[in-house]
C-alpha cells in the first residue's frame, strides 16, 4: 500500500518527456519527475520513492529520502518562520510545516525541536507538531515491563524526562533513575520499568531485575580481570566513574557488588574489590 508521507517501492507504468507514472494503487499513477529518472529505470522498474503533495496538493514521488515520514517523531531544526508557522529542515526541498497550533512553545529560527509528523485530516497535507501527546499513545498496558526500548528524549518535566517509545508511545524516566546525563533530542536504548494503573509508563535506562544486575556483574568480573584483579571501583566511588565504567547508576552497581560478594567472587575493600582467589 502506498500512502502519502510515506516511504513506498512502486513499478514504473509509464513513461513521458518529463518523468515517468508510478502505480501508487489507491493513489492511481503519480508521477516521478524527469530529474530523478536514471537510465535503467523502464517500465516495470521498482523504485524506492517516497510520496508527498506537490503545490497544487497532487500526490507526487521523490528518490530523495527526507529525515523521517508521517508517523514518526525526530528532532528537526527551523529554516523559517512566517504568518502559517514555522519551516522545519527535513531532507526534502519543500520544508516542513509545523503550524503555531501544533507548536508547544513559539518556534525559533535556528533552534531544534522534538516533532511528530502526522497528515493533516482536512488537506491531507503532511505536517509536523511538537504537542506529542495529541498525535502519540500514552497508554502502555499492551506493551511488556522489563521490554527493551527505543527512546527519543522529548522534555524536561519537575518528575524527569519525557521520553517518545518506539516512535509510538510517550513515558516518563523519572529522575532518580537517570543515572547518565540526558539531553533534549537524544536517543538511547531504555526498558518498561513498570505501567501505572492509568496505563502511564515508567521507562528505565538500564535492564530490569536479576536479569540485568547479571549481566552487569559478569561486566563486573570482566573488568577485575581486565585491570590485574583489583579495581578502586568499590561501593564507595564516586557516581560518575561507576556511569563511566559500566553505564549504570551506582544503585544498580552497589547491588551486584553485594550479590557477587555473597557468592564469595569477590572481595570489598575500604579503597577497592578484589577477585577472590579459587
Same mark, same amino acid.
Given at each position: 500500500?502506498?500512502? $502519502? ?29 524527469? &530529474? ?22 497532487? %500526490? ?5 529520502? %527526507? ?57 491531507? &497535507? ?25 527512546? +527519543? ?27 547518565? %546525563? ?9 526498558? $518498561?520499568?513498570? $505501567? ?11 535492564? +530490569? ?26 561501593? &564507595? ?35 577497592? $574489590? ?5
Amino acid at each position: 500500500m502506498a500512502h $502519502i508521507g510515506r516511504y513506498a517501492t512502486l513499478p514504473i507504468v509509464k513513461l513521458v518527456d518529463f518523468g515517468a507514472y508510478l502505480d501508487a494503487g489507491e493513489l492511481d499513477t503519480v508521477l516521478l519527475p524527469k &530529474r530523478y529518472l536514471t537510465d535503467k529505470m523502464t517500465i516495470g522498474s521498482e523504485i524506492d520513492v517516497f510520496l508527498y503533495l506537490d503545490s497544487n496538493d497532487i %500526490p507526487v514521488a521523490t528518490t530523495i529520502r %527526507p529525515f523521517t515520514q508521517v508517523g514518526e517523531t525526530t528532532l528537526l531544526k527551523v529554516v523559517d518562520v512566517n504568518d502559517a508557522g514555522a519551516f522545519l529542515d527535513w531532507g526534502l526541498p519543500k520544508h516542513l510545516l509545523v503550524p503555531f497550533k501544533e507548536q508547544h512553545k513559539r518556534f525559533e529560527v535556528g533552534q531544534s525541536y522534538v516533532v511528530t509528523l502526522y497528515l493533516d485530516p482536512y488537506s491531507q &497535507r503532511i505536517v509536523g507538531s511538537s504537542r506529542l501527546s495529541r498525535h502519540l499513545d500514552e497508554d502502555g498496558r499492551q506493551l511488556r515491563v522489563g521490554g527493551k526500548v527505543d527512546l +527519543l528524549i522529548c522534555g524536561k518535566s519537575d518528575m524527569g524526562f519525557k521520553a517518545v517509545i518506539n516512535q509510538r508511545y510517550l513515558g516518563l524516566v523519572f529522575r532518580d533513575d537517570a543515572f547518565k %546525563p540526558l539531553r533534549y533530542g537524544q536517543q538511547t536504548d531504555g526498558y $518498561i520499568k513498570g $505501567i501505572r494503573p492509568d496505563g502511564k509508563i515508567d521507562l528505565s535506562l538500564q535492564p +530490569l531485575g536479576d536479569k540485568g544486575r547479571d549481566r552487569l556483574q559478569q561486566k563486573i568480573l570482566d573488568h577485575l580481570s581486565q585491570v590485574g584483579g583489583r579495581s578502586p571501583l568499590n561501593d &564507595r566511588a564516586d557516581p560518575a566513574d561507576i556511569v563511566k565504567q559500566f553505564g549504570v547508576s551506582k544503585g544498580a552497581y552497589k547491588k551486584a557488588l553485594g550479590a557477587l560478594y555473597k557468592q564469595r567472587v569477590i572481595t570489598i575493600g575500604p579503597d577497592d $574489590i578484589s577477585l577472590n582467589k579459587n
